[in-house]
């Protein structure tokens, strides 16, 4: 905990330098003048209840009055827009553009975050898994944090990350067959979490009123499995049925795609672009420009620590630090010192995702 402790008051004092010497300005002036996209990616919004009952690791959660705070901010400093119109529309007041977007389609997406959302104006887009939907602990991860936070195995919550991060790496039967021997390790008869309602999906009832609430949809796959670890057969068939049950529950084009843990290659962003998909998203760091690989956009991984400050409550200057500083400099970086024509996105300096 000293650890964190001090690499936190160091962020905090680098980025207090860095507004100080108004780097950070510059940094966000270079975005606006670039006509940038920061794209900003969440997965869960949890009340202080519901985070002491969750499975899901710390780098996907950020708390109900956190993102409140962030909202908030967002809209006072920045302007929000659709993420599905992208680079369509020209920015308005010279103010740096910013899309927000949630991976998986949990339900408090639907009961947290889209009153504050809609309170708000603030338009989003959900990457859902139609073969996940109202589904009690359907992704992996969660089994397996909580089979290690079993007495038995004593996992530390690194060990737990280290862990899960080691399996997005294996194919799909090697991965399964490593859990179910958790599960034995455990003590259990077979890789279930104990039921808590809070570790669900989103039904499709609740999803379309998101979308009258403002909300779009977007492919997360059909199962959420990572594209790289299948075979071409299979990953096109995990975007294809995908498409088409969103576009029939949601009764709308769905041309947009989340990478699965941000994964892509080569042949997984040809099959992508075969089957119909018009801008697909991954979870390397960075900014979206108007010649940015429109198949492999970047995003900004936002979670709790990352918005707030040593006293634990929202912090603009963090914020402003781990979103547009971190996206400018991982844009710079990509493209030899130039935020103004970017060539490629890379895959380098990942946030961790589901």
């Not at 259990?188 to 039921?195: G, Y």
Request: proline content about 4%.
């Amino acid at each position: 905990m000293s650890q964190w402790i001090s690499r936190a008051s160091l962020r905090w004092l680098w980025a207090g330098v860095l507004r100080t010497t108004g780097c950070l300005w510059w940094a966000k002036r270079q975005l606006r003048r670039g006509g940038a996209v920061v794209v900003v990616m969440l997965h869960r919004v949890l009340d202080d209840d519901a985070l002491r009952r969750t499975h899901s690791l710390p780098y996907i959660v950020v708390r109900r009055g956190t993102f409140e705070r962030f909202v908030t901010w967002l809209v006072r400093h920045n302007e929000v827009i659709d993420v599905r119109h992208g680079h369509a529309r020209t920015p308005a007041n010279g103010r740096l553009r910013v899309a927000v977007t949630f991976d998986d389609g949990w339900q408090d997406n639907y009961s947290t975050a889209m009153p504050i959302l809609r309170a708000h104006g603030v338009p989003a887009t959900l990457f859902i898994c139609p073969g996940l939907m109202s589904a009690h602990a359907p992704f992996w991860p969660e089994r397996v944090l909580a089979m290690l936070r079993d007495s038995r195995t004593h996992a530390s919550g690194m060990r737990a990350e280290v862990a899960i991060e080691k399996l997005k790496r294996y194919e799909p039967q090697r991965r399964d067959a490593v859990i179910a021997r958790l599960a034995r390790r455990a003590g259990r008869r077979n890789a279930a979490v104990e039921p808590w309602d809070g570790d669900s999906t989103i039904c499709w009832e609740r999803a379309r009123a998101m979308r009258h609430g403002g909300i779009g949809f977007g492919s997360h796959t059909w199962s959420h499995e990572i594209l790289t670890t299948l075979t071409g057969q299979t990953a096109r068939r995990e975007l294809r049925v995908s498409r088409a049950a969103i576009e029939r529950e949601m009764n709308e084009c769905c041309d947009v795609l989340a990478y699965p843990n941000g994964d892509c290659s080569a042949e997984s962003r040809r099959i992508v672009a075969e089957e119909g998909f018009r801008l697909a998203f991954t979870t390397s760091l960075g900014a979206w420009f108007a010649g940015t690989d429109r198949l492999a956009i970047p995003r900004v991984n936002v979670s709790e620590w990352k918005l707030t400050g040593p006293a634990g409550g929202f912090s603009p200057l963090m914020s402003d630090y781990m979103i547009f500083w971190k996206a400018w400099r991982a844009s710079r970086s990509h493209n030899a010192g130039s935020v103004r024509r970017p060539e490629r996105s890379s895959w380098s300096e990942r946030s961790s995702a589901h």
